[in-house]
């Protein structure tokens, strides 16, 4: 099992990629939190709702609400909803891009990757050609933040040229 927290589905809805999940995962779950939290910016979009339509990404409701509620000094409900199921299913992959998310969900042994590392997975599976626009695109048009160290290395990974 898969689950997602928001922002890898927000980052791939703006760059037009949400058929990744299917394409690498199967299908993806996320708590209700994280289903609102997509809802938010992307209730309108057609392509939200055929992931959700066609089971391709499943909402999840956790068990624990008690450990989820702890964790909210630190993490926004979406984060701490998704880390919650990723316990509670025994999760094979976490998918979290915030920092504070990721060393939580690290320090609970589970196994994590974000945005960056579902594009360098799909370059190596031949599902995009380039990793650098699609990066390139979330910077300059969505707010997404990365170090310019963190930019070179996936660059390097993904063997393209800065």
Not at 54 to 81: S, V, Y
Not at 115 to 121: C, E, F, R, V
Request: charged letters at 25%.
């Amino acid at each position: 099992m898969i689950v997602s927290n928001t922002t890898p589905i927000s980052n791939l809805l703006h760059i037009d990629k949400i058929s990744l999940f299917a394409e690498l995962f199967g299908a993806v779950y996320i708590p209700e939190a994280v289903a609102n939290e997509v809802n938010v910016a992307f209730s309108d979009c057609g392509k939200w709702q055929e992931c959700l339509e066609g089971g391709r990404i499943i909402i999840q409701p956790i068990l624990n609400t008690i450990l989820a509620k702890q964790m909210l000094p630190l993490l926004h409900q979406g984060e701490a909803e998704a880390i919650c199921l990723a316990l509670e299913k025994k999760a094979k992959l976490c998918l979290i891009d915030d920092k504070d998310g990721r060393i939580i969900a690290q320090s609970n042994n589970l196994p994590i990757t974000g945005t960056l590392g579902i594009l360098l997975k799909a370059k190596k599976n031949g599902l995009v050609s380039s990793v650098k626009p699609l990066i390139d695109k979330l910077r300059t048009e969505h707010n997404f933040w990365i170090r310019d160290d963190m930019y070179q290395r996936v660059l390097y990974i993904a063997r393209e040229k800065t």
